[in-house]
C-alpha cells in the first residue's frame, strides 16, 4: 500500500456560527469576497450553491475560465466539507467544523502546491471577517446577506473561432 502524499491544510478561528462560514464557502456568488483568485463562478443549470457533484465555470483573476466539479461532499453534522477539481486536477479542500462560540474553518491544498499557502490565509481571512459581519446581533435579528459582487459580461456564445 503506498502512502498518500501530505497535504498543505491552514485554519482559522472564526467566531461567528458555523452556518454562516458554510453559507459563505457553498454560495458561488460569494466566492470573489474571500477567494482572492476567483473573478466570477457559475453553477451549471443556474442557482447560487453547489452541491454533491455540481459542476460548473470559474473565471479566475490570473486566467482563463475553468471548468469545476465538487468532488468531496459532507454537508450535515457538526463537521462539513466540500472538496472539487478544477480543469480536472484536485484542488482545494474547504472544511468548516463547529465550536463553542463559533466554528473553525480550514482550507488543503495539495502537497505539490505549496506556493499557494499565502492565498489559502488572505481567503481565509476573508472569510472570518464575512461572517464576523453577518453574525447575528444580540438581541436582533441576523444582519442580510450582503449583496453579490456584479458579474462581468459574459463571453460570446460559440468556441470563439470563425468559420
Known amino acids: 500500500m503506498t502512502p498518500s502524499p501530505p ?4 485554519g482559522i478561528d472564526v467566531d461567528a456560527p ?4 458554510w453559507d459563505l464557502l457553498v454560495r458561488v456568488d460569494q466566492w470573489p469576497r474571500w477567494g482572492p483568485t476567483v473573478r466570477r463562478a457559475a ?15 470559474v473565471w479566475t483573476s490570473v ?13 450535515d453534522g457538526p463537521v462539513r466539507q466540500w472538496s472539487w477539481r478544477v480543469a480536472g ?18 482550507f488543503t491544498a495539495p ?3 505549496p506556493g499557494y499557502a499565502p492565498v489559502l490565509w488572505l481567503g481565509l ?7 464576523r459581519a453577518r453574525r447575528p446581533r444580540p438581541g436582533g435579528p441576523a ?21
Open 7 to 10: 497535504l498543505l491544510t491552514l
Open 18 to 21: 458555523a452556518e454562516i462560514a
Open 43 to 57: 453553477v451549471d443549470g443556474g442557482g447560487v450553491r453547489i452541491h454533491a457533484g455540481a459542476t460548473g465555470t
Open 63 to 75: 486566467g482563463p475560465a475553468l471548468p469545476f466539479r465538487v468532488e468531496g461532499w459532507q454537508a
Open 89 to 106: 486536477v484536485m484542488a482545494t479542500s474547504h472544511t468548516v467544523t463547529e465550536r463553542d462560540g463559533g466554528c473553525r474553518v480550514e
Open 111 to 113: 502537497w505539490w502546491a
Open 125 to 131: 481571512r476573508r472569510v472570518r471577517s464575512l461572517a
Open 143 to 163: 444582519p442580510p446577506a450582503p449583496p453579490s459582487p456584479p458579474s462581468p459580461p459574459s463571453p460570446p456564445a460559440g468556441d470563439g473561432t470563425t468559420g
